[in-house]
């Protein structure tokens, strides 16, 4: 079965959408708001939920841009889905958090514990970072170069793994006719000495109801397909066609087979953004209703921090500059470049295609067109499932719940209940078995 994550943000993906007259004021801010969201994905049988972050608003060079982007305040993300949590009930709880500035002791107690709260729904978004102002909100004026920052990710992510990892799942027996606890031989110190981190363990909180929780991550270079092939269990992907997604899913595969594991246990979920209405003819309204609502300095930074080159100056009707590689968000621009290429677009052209859905795919048409396609991209093995980023909240998800979702389902393409209780059994990801018991651990 195809895997459905939703992608929540604020009143809505596109990056206009808090202009538009449908979305509530404050959007991102209201927690009515995310539960109503929530509560429509959960009936929509989503496998999960998941929130985006970054540690900073915006630099003093972009205020300018910035004021008119609805990105710049947001809710931490495992507080958001703490408090989701307890609205919800089969859902993934799916927040981001990064590598690049605290300990990974923090993340894995962190994560466990949403986990707990939730009965075995949390995953964590793993990332390294790349918004040029997020140093500063650290004591630090730049990023670690991407190669450095990948490095300390991958260790990090051991820790984390290993500190998941201190607790045999039975190890709690309080016993209260012996006044015993947990039984110690089902302890294990981790004693990590590595290059970034020396951690002892245990971690202060029990093995988590799903093993560990789910490991999720977004990254498209050769360092960051290495980390996901080695340590993730769900892939975020940017291909915008098929045949690149193909081949991403592929090469990921066979450096999954290279680390010794399953591939199957590998869910890649490519983004989209739907315009689903009626009739296509009404799809197609809705899409340039949006595309108008995009004030161009907005539009031209979007595209400008995707390729790495303020395009403020250039002549909009050229074609974009020749570009060096950039540290981070390689992925991004390595879509956005290959497009203009590709298309021979104008700068003008490029941020109307992609500023909206900050690079990710758009698809819009009727319920079957985009059930079509859909069903195309996973026939043809280019995904597990997709990462649905509504231009809208709450309607443009309403008009996928009700729209998209019962024509997947007709098509015996999607769930139509929940498989399981945790967010691993309903990817369908293996339980992962504690070292001791696998025998790879004293
Ligand atoms: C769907 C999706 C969500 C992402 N969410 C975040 C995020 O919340 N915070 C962040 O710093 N980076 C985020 N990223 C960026 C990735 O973590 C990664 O840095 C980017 O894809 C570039 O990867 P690369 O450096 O390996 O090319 C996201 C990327 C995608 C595709």
Redesign the pocket.
Known sequence: MMKLGL?IQGGGHHVAAWRHPSTPYGASQSMAHHAEIAGLAELGRFDMI??????VSFGPDDLEVWKRGAAVSRIEPVTMLSALSVLTKNIGLVA?F?TSFIEPYYVARLFASLDKISGGRAGW???????PS?PHSFSRTAHAP?AER?ARAGEFADVVLGLWNTWEDDAFIEDRENGLYFDPAKMHYLNHKGDHFQVRGPLNIRRSPQGHPVIV?????????E?AARTTEVI???QQQIEPARQFRDDIHARAIRYGRDPAAIKIMP?VMPFVAPTRAQAQEKFEEMQSLIHPDLGIRVISEMIGVDLRGYDLDGPLPEVQAI????????VVMDMARRDNLSIRQVYQRVAGARA?RIIHGSPADVADDLEEWYKKGAADGF?I?PPLFPDGLKDFVDLVVPELQRRGLFRREYEGKTLRENLGLPFPVHRKKEGRES
């Not at 998941?50 to 540690?55: H, K, R, Y």
């Not at 991550?217 to 397909?225: D, I, Y």
């Not at 540290?327 to 390595?334: A, L």
């Open positions: 992608f998941f929130f985006a972050d970054s540690l981001t990064s978004n793993l990332v390294t970072s790349a918004a997020e991407a990948y991550q977004a990254g498209q270079s050769e360092a960051g397909r980390l975020f992907g940017v983004g540290v981070g968000q390689s992925g991004r621009q390595q990710h990462n980023m």
